[in-house]
């Protein structure tokens, strides 16, 4: 086992599943323990099946603005100060623009952009005490394009890597670091959605192409569990 990250905390959002999952245990194999926070009752006991030992799964609701600081307080009580937070959790809704309706709307800006913010106030606080702390925000490319049916998603998504910036400014020189990664969408669309009439309307050069496959695709959530789906 390496040992990149032997001896540090790490906290990941969305972690029961897609993105999340691959990063709690990518980090859970090179020394991480991992704190993994999910909406889904399953957390517990899949961040125990992680390698390593003593991981710490919670369940909770990234919608509640509480829950974040709750999250991270039992984290500090439980494991330790976390060394580096990593905000998966996301929730994509798809309809066309003038069919979106306010909860919908309200639910992806809660989930994508709140959640992701509140996790990273609240981790930043004890970061800052500590002097240290490594914030990997998950962005997507639909933050940086327009795509057909996402006016909710690419909108969380953008202000996501506006909040990553104001963050980065603010806590570097106090030895926090805070970045975004986009990936592509096209992993979370499904195959419906992959076809030669979706492609020719997608903006050229920002998808792979239709021979590229997923090592793992990963089901989407619903809105009764916002925070189990992959940017």
Same mark, same amino acid.
């Given at each position: 086992?390496?040992?990149?990250?032997?001896?540090? !905390?790490?906290?990941?959002?969305?972690?029961?599943?897609? !993105?999340?999952?691959?990063?709690?245990?990518?980090?859970? /194999? &090179?020394?991480?323990?991992?704190?993994?926070?999910?909406?889904?009752?399953?957390?517990?006991?899949?961040?125990?099946?992680?390698?390593?030992?003593?991981?710490?799964?919670?369940? +909770?609701?990234?919608?509640?603005?509480?829950?974040?600081? $709750?999250?991270?307080?039992? +984290?500090? /009580?439980?494991?330790?100060? %976390?060394?580096?937070?990593?905000?998966?959790?996301?929730? $994509?809704?798809?309809?066309?623009?003038?069919?979106?309706? %306010?909860?919908?709307? &309200?639910? +992806?800006?809660?989930?994508?952009?709140?959640?992701?913010?509140? =996790?990273?106030?609240?981790?930043?606080?004890? =970061?800052? /005490?500590?002097?240290?702390?490594?914030? !990997?925000?998950?962005?997507?490319?639909?933050?940086? !394009?327009?795509?057909?049916?996402?006016?909710?998603?690419?909108?969380? *998504?953008?202000?996501?890597?506006?909040?990553?910036?104001?963050?980065?400014? /603010?806590?570097?020189?106090?030895?926090?670091?805070?970045?975004?990664?986009?990936?592509?969408?096209?992993?979370?669309?499904? *195959? *419906?959605? #992959?076809?030669? $009439?979706? @492609? $020719? &309307?997608?903006?050229?050069?920002?998808?792979?192409?239709?021979?590229?496959?997923?090592?793992? #695709?990963?089901? @989407?959530?619903?809105?009764?569990?916002?925070?189990?789906?992959?940017?």
């Amino acid at each position: 086992m390496e040992s990149t990250f032997a001896g540090r !905390i790490a906290v990941v959002t969305g972690a029961a599943s897609g !993105i999340g999952y691959t990063v709690a245990h990518h980090l859970a /194999e &090179r020394g991480a323990r991992i704190v993994g926070v999910d909406i889904d009752q399953r957390i517990a006991v899949l961040v125990d099946a992680l390698p390593g030992a003593e991981h710490l799964g919670i369940v +909770t609701d990234l919608t509640d603005p509480a829950a974040a600081t $709750a999250a991270i307080a039992q +984290t500090v /009580e439980t494991v330790g100060v %976390p060394h580096i937070l990593v905000n998966s959790a996301g929730l $994509a809704l798809l309809d066309p623009a003038v069919d979106v309706t %306010p909860d919908r709307w &309200r639910l +992806t800006v809660d989930v994508n952009l709140g959640g992701t913010f509140y =996790m990273a106030q609240a981790a930043g606080r004890v =970061m800052l /005490e500590a002097g240290y702390g490594r914030i !990997i925000n998950l962005a997507s490319q639909a933050a940086v !394009i327009g795509l057909d049916q996402h006016a909710a998603y690419c909108a969380s *998504k953008a202000a996501v890597l506006g909040l990553t910036r104001v963050l980065s400014l /603010e806590w570097a020189r106090h030895g926090i670091t805070v970045n975004a990664v986009s990936p592509p969408s096209w992993r979370r669309l499904g *195959k *419906k959605r #992959r076809g030669p $009439a979706r @492609r $020719a &309307r997608r903006p050229s050069g920002t998808f792979p192409s239709a021979g590229s496959r997923s090592p793992r #695709r990963s089901p @989407r959530s619903s809105p009764s569990s916002p925070a189990t789906t992959p940017p």
